[in-house]
C-alpha cells in the first residue's frame, strides 16, 4: 500500500540553503551526492548566524536553494555536520523537516537554536549580495 507520508520520509533529496552551496566550504561534505537544480522556497526563513545561515520554518519572499540526490550514507554524513541528532531532533543545534521543492520532497535542515538578534533573509540567497 502506498503511504504519501512514508514515501515523503524516504525522499533522497536534501535541499540546501549555506555553506554547502556550491562554491561554499562544506560543499565537498556533498561529494557523491547528483546536483539536481536550484530552487526557490517560501517556506523557510534564513537567519545570518555569522559564519553559516539557520533556517527557520518561516513564510518568506523567496530563498534560494540547491536540491541534490544523496544516498543513506550521504545523509548521514550531513546529520553529522549538522548535529541533527536522530532521536532527539531538537536537542542538536540542527533538525530536519521535509520541505516541497519543484523537484519534489526534500530534506531541509533546520536551525535550533536561539535567532534573537541575528539579521533576517526573507529573499535571497547567503551568503547576502553585497
Known amino acids: 500500500m502506498y503511504s504519501p507520508a512514508l514515501a515523503i520520509r524516504r525522499t533522497s533529496l536534501v535541499a540546501v540553503y549555506g555553506t554547502l552551496k556550491r562554491g561554499l566550504r562544506n560543499h565537498h561534505w556533498l561529494q557523491g551526492a547528483a546536483f539536481v537544480g536550484p530552487d526557490i522556497i517560501t517556506s523557510a526563513t534564513l537567519y545570518d548566524i555569522g559564519p553559516y545561515p539557520g533556517a527557520r520554518a518561516e513564510p518568506s519572499r523567496g530563498i534560494e536553494i540547491e536540491v541534490y540526490r544523496v544516498d543513506a550514507a550521504g545523509?548521514?554524513?550531513?546529520?553529522?555536520?549538522?548535529?541533527?541528532?536522530?532521536?532527539?531532533?531538537?536537542?542538536?543545534?540542527?533538525?530536519?523537516?521535509?520541505?516541497?521543492?519543484?523537484?519534489?520532497?526534500?530534506w531541509l535542515y533546520l536551525?535550533?537554536?536561539?535567532?534573537?538578534?541575528?539579521?533576517?533573509?526573507r529573499e535571497g540567497g547567503w551568503?547576502?549580495?553585497a
Open 127 to 129: 551568503p547576502a549580495a
Open 75 to 106: 545523509l548521514q554524513a550531513l546529520d553529522r555536520l549538522e548535529d541533527y541528532r536522530v532521536r532527539a531532533p531538537l536537542s542538536g543545534d540542527y533538525n530536519r523537516a521535509v520541505h516541497r521543492t519543484v523537484f519534489g520532497p526534500a
Open 111 to 121: 536551525y535550533n537554536r536561539d535567532v534573537s538578534g541575528c539579521p533576517v533573509i
